[in-house]
């Protein structure tokens, strides 16, 4: 049992809405297309065994040196406005 | 067929100095018919297939490495044939096929050993829902038996059957599953193309496509410009990163799994053994190395090395199902990255561009669908259609609906 546990791009953060015109194209898009960047990525890992915070990490898939980590829920707020 | 009985005689009394290389190193034409990317397993069957059995001239396979140095040499070695859904279950059974004559076609010594496969199971509803799955690979041409506990103990005494938590109730057995000797698989096969007149180009690497309207007409590498007709990837865990030359964005993320090898220990596992209650697979080699592996490490990476959790988490699940290994000692790991698709399905497609063709998303399958991943790849590209075993193997159906999610995961690649 790992202490924090990953859920993927943090581009899911950014979910579209349901009555857009294209929503359709962009559920799909946003459900299965990934970047999936070599080098510095945005994801969401959560604190599973700990205070269960969402939390965005900034790290090198490259070789897993992290250099950012936010609380997601700060990160939507600012996304909100 | 250059390696025979009798040429192994006469180089045994002749110093062994008349070899010929097992595959040469060309020149780069200026143009190919067809150009591979990706000198992997999948790559080098491809342009075996399509020589052999596609009758396509002048192919170039490029890899940016050396031949036997990407996934194709970072596995388990297993080979097998027992999915649950139907797409996925004619398309290994075809592939299982392709193991047992592969050694006459290729001509070339790959170690095919039919020791069989044995999936544990440890409750009754995980037993109801492996036979289910015995029934579906039968349905589909393949075998598939059900053992008992008794059976197990004849053949594999030093189990741990009395777990309080996880028992062993059972197993389904595939007696024509079993293992393969990997590196000599893209070896093999490397041989056969090149017999067959394929260039096999090493230390290649793809830089970007040329396109004229619309078209794929050719590649930039590290060793010059060169001219196709038609672009193959077969490139794994590095597809995302190609195919985004082409501005394309897959439904694939790529993370790292790991492969263990303990030092070498006398004989003692006869077959392949899968733990059913934790993720766990081992068989050991004719060298006497016990060769295992469990889960991907679970995040994004293209570090081709893993992490200690993961070792740990694995070794726990082998000494939960096996406590007699706890002193063999841990001789060598290795990281492959892992081309994970949104379903667990793999994708053998043409994409939105001409000329530019896409073998991708093979999970952990990928080195047991080597065979049948060259022939249906190989399909594609000469006729310019799918086989009919890779049809259901498309991009679109993420778009309309036809997922297959052997395991019923949904869009969560680290979980298939």
């Given at each position: 049992m790992s202490e924090f546990i990953y859920y993927g791009d943090a581009s899911l953060l950014k979910r579209p809405k349901w009555d857009n015109k294209n929503a359709e194209d962009e559920f799909y898009k946003y459900l299965y297309l990934r970047k999936n960047i070599s080098g510095f990525h945005k994801e969401l890992w959560f604190h599973q065994q700990g205070d269960r915070s969402w939390l965005i990490v900034t790290r090198n898939t490259k070789n897993h040196e992290i250099i950012r980590v936010e609380l997601a829920t700060e990160v939507v707020k600012g996304l909100d406005k | 067929m250059y390696y025979n009985f009798l040429k192994i005689l006469k180089e045994g009394l002749t110093n062994n100095n008349g070899w010929k290389k097992t595959w040469q190193n060309p020149q780069i034409k200026k143009k190919y018919d067809v150009i591979i990317i990706g000198g992997g397993g999948h790559g080098l069957a491809t342009a075996f297939y399509l020589a052999k059995e596609f009758n396509v001239k002048n192919i170039a396979v490029l890899e940016k490495n050396w031949i036997g140095g990407g996934n194709v040499g970072r596995n388990t070695t297993i080979i097998r044939s027992n999915y649950m859904l139907n797409e996925n279950e004619a398309f290994y059974e075809f592939s299982l096929k392709l193991w047992e004559s592969l050694e006459k076609q290729i001509n070339y010594n790959a170690m095919v050993s039919q020791r069989?496969?044995?999936?544990?199971?440890?409750?009754?509803?995980?037993?109801?829902?492996?036979?289910?799955?015995?029934?579906?690979?039968?349905?589909?041409?393949?075998?598939?038996?059900?053992?008992?506990?008794?059976?197990?103990?004849?053949?594999?005494?030093?189990?741990?059957?009395?777990?309080?938590?996880?028992?062993?109730?059972?197993?389904?057995?595939?007696?024509?599953?079993?293992?393969?000797?990997?590196?000599?698989?893209?070896?093999?096969?490397?041989?056969?193309?090149?017999?067959?007149?394929?260039?096999?180009?090493?230390?290649?690497?793809?830089?970007?496509?040329?396109?004229?309207?619309?078209?794929?007409?050719?590649?930039?590498?590290?060793?010059?410009?060169?001219?196709?007709?038609?672009?193959?990837?077969?490139?794994?865990?590095?597809?995302?990163?190609?195919?985004?030359?082409?501005?394309?964005?897959?439904?694939?993320?790529?993370?790292?799994?790991?492969?263990?090898?303990?030092?070498?220990?006398k004989p003692i596992i006869p077959g392949v053994i899968t733990f059913g209650a934790g993720h766990f697979y081992i068989s050991q080699s004719d060298k006497g190395g016990l060769v295992f592996g469990g889960d991907i490490d679970g995040y994004n990476s293209y570090a081709q090395r893993g992490n200690l959790d993961t070792l740990e988490d694995v070794c726990e699940s082998g000494l939960a199902l096996m406590p007699t290994i706890s002193k063999a000692r841990l001789l060598r790991m290795w990281g492959g990255i892992m081309d994970m698709s949104m379903d667990g399905s793999p994708i053998i497609d043409k994409t939105h561009i001409k000329g530019l063709y896409m073998n991708a998303g093979w999970c952990y399958g990928g080195f047991k669908a080597t065979p049948a991943s060259g022939w249906c790849f190989a399909h594609l590209i000469a006729k310019d259609y799918s086989h009919r075993l890779s049809e259901n193997f498309r991009l679109n159906r993420f778009k309309n609906g036809y997922m297959i999610d052997e395991k019923g995961q949904g869009a969560q690649p680290n979980l298939h």
């Open positions: - | 069989g496969v044995l999936n544990l199971f440890h409750s009754d509803a995980q037993r109801d829902s492996f036979i289910r799955r015995g029934n579906s690979m039968i349905i589909n041409g393949a075998d598939a038996e059900l053992y008992n506990v008794q059976k197990i103990k004849s053949i594999y005494p030093f189990l741990e059957y009395e777990n309080a938590r996880f028992p062993i109730k059972g197993g389904l057995f595939q007696k024509r599953g079993g293992t393969v000797r990997h590196d000599a698989v893209a070896w093999g096969y490397a041989h056969a193309a090149d017999t067959l007149g394929v260039d096999i180009i090493q230390n290649c690497e793809v830089d970007n496509f040329k396109f004229k309207s619309g078209v794929c007409i050719g590649v930039e590498t590290n060793q010059g410009y060169i001219k196709a007709n038609k672009i193959g990837c077969a490139v794994a865990g590095s597809t995302s990163l190609l195919l985004s030359k082409a501005n394309m964005s897959l439904p694939i993320e790529s993370h790292v799994l790991q492969a263990f090898v303990s030092e070498s220990i």
